[in-house]
């Protein structure tokens, strides 16, 4: 490459960064991603994404992956199943192609697989997204296990130094992206923001192998996902993975109308909070499922206690709609760093590749003019946040709107009209 390309660094090795990188590399511009975790693996990647075509899946074709993707989704992953709490079925669909398969994906000439975009909303695991993105990277780029301490401005320029956790600091940056999440650390340089409780919390829960393990949660979930919902409550399964090694997962949810998050003993009507909650011991678990839902039909309370592997507490948090901060040069944020909400519409990590694709056009823009300065940097910097912030207010405008509307005493039934017209929560305007 002919001109000087900038110094960037990335923060945090989440979907949104990962996709940032990937694009880059894609162009030749080289990038630096620190994350704190030891690897991949280090935790729970969470579940199945549904990747649009208008957004998540542009910018997998930015970075030359949206062949890969196609023959790494999940076949089957569309399909869906909504029920009542009384265990009326109120609409079952396979959501996919007829005409398509796994084999005639692979048999598909390269070019087209390369650049067609795939109809529906098409699944693929977190994890095997991220695979995907860190496989399309140079071995150097990620530094896995290096947590940054602090971001601190050079004097007398628009660069950024940064300070590890083993006492180290990189040659300064000119452009430093937070990618680091919903409890960034990054965001700090842009907006005293921090997220808020939403009043929804999840009880995660997990059975491994589920095929093998519990045949009757994989007959009930099927291929893709199923939804439940009453007032106040909401029971979401999916299915994450293929074959022999497919996972199931049950998002037990409450609406919990606090403006804290409460306690797990709260949840489970504990008075005595000596007692630590023990969500391994299946008791705790079959308490919550009695407290909260034990008006639901035997069946679905059946197969919630079926699922064996430890739940795990997840309390959902956001930012404000439509947060926005004033530029500042050489430091930006991505994804839930920037605009954390909750999963109600299924568009956050779509919302995260569309700032990761629209932040790598500026910076590959910058660098094919020459125009690689600190000045001409901070100019795409407020140009892409001037955008990001009109596209990422409008989305999670929604998201709250579908969170809120899942948890009403007719969700139910409004969910079947929304599904029935071929629509998502999203892509409604809510009254």
């Known amino acids: 490459m002919s001109t000087i390309t900038p110094r960037i660094a990335i923060i945090g090795a989440g979907p949104g960064g990962l996709m940032l990188a990937s694009i880059l590399h894609h162009n030749d511009i080289p990038c630096t991603i620190y994350e704190r975790d030891s690897s991949a693996v280090a935790r729970s990647q969470g579940g199945s994404l549904d990747i649009h075509g208008y957004?998540?899946?542009?910018?997998?074709?930015?970075?030359?992956?949206?062949?890969k993707f196609r023959a790494t989704m999940r076949i089957g992953g569309q399909a869906m199943k909504m029920m009542n709490k009384d265990g009326t079925v109120l609409f079952e669909g396979d959501g996919e192609r007829k005409e398509e398969t796994r084999e005639d994906i692979r048999d598909q000439e390269d070019e087209e697989a390369t650049s067609k975009f795939i109809k529906g909303r098409p699944e693929i695991d977190r994890s095997a997204l991220k695979d995907l993105l860190i496989s399309s990277l140079s071995a150097k780029t990620i530094h896995w296990g290096k947590k940054v301490t602090s971001v601190l401005p050079v004097p007398d320029s628009k660069q950024w130094r940064i300070e590890l956790d083993d006492g180290s600091h990189p040659a300064p940056f000119d452009l430093v992206v937070g990618a680091?999440?919903?409890?960034?650390?990054?965001?700090?340089?842009?907006t005293d923001q921090?997220?808020?409780?939403?009043?929804?919390?999840?009880?995660?829960?997990?059975v491994h192998k589920v095929d093998e393990v519990a045949p009757n949660v994989s007959a009930f979930v099927g291929l893709g996902s199923c939804f439940l919902w009453g007032k106040d409550r909401a029971l979401f399964f999916q299915r994450n993975g293929q074959g022999n090694e497919a996972d199931a997962r049950c998002y037990a949810c409450v609406k919990t109308g606090s403006k804290t998050a409460p306690s797990a003993h709260t949840l489970l009507g504990e008075q005595d909070t000596e007692v630590e909650i023990d969500w391994a011991n299946a008791r705790a678990r079959e308490k919550y499922v009695e407290r909260h839902f034990g008006d639901w039909y035997p069946e679905v309370k059946r197969i919630l206690l079926s699922m064996t592997d430890e739940p795990v507490l997840r309390h959902m948090y956001m930012l404000p709609v439509g947060l926005t901060w004033e530029s500042r040069p050489g430091v930006t944020l991505v994804g839930d760093a920037a605009h954390l909400m909750t999963p109600f519409a299924g568009v956050g990590v779509n919302v995260a590749l569309m700032d990761a694709l629209e932040l790598a056009q500026g910076i590959i823009g910058c660098v094919r003019t020459g125009s690689t300065d600190g000045e001409s940097l901070a100019v795409m910097l407020q140009q892409y946040e001037k955008g990001m912030f009109a596209r990422s207010g409008k989305e999670a405008a929604k998201t709250e709107a579908a969170m809120h509307l899942q948890f009403q005493e007719d969700s139910a039934e409004r969910m079947k009209k929304i599904i029935g017209k071929g629509l998502q929560p999203h892509e409604l305007v809510f009254e």
Do not use: E, H, M, N
């Open 180 to 190: 680091d999440g919903g409890w960034s650390r990054t965001r700090a340089l842009l």
């Open 55 to 67: 957004s998540g899946q542009q910018a997998l074709k930015a970075a030359g992956l949206l062949g």
């Open 194 to 206: 921090q997220p808020f409780y939403s009043g929804v919390t999840f009880l995660d829960i997990w």
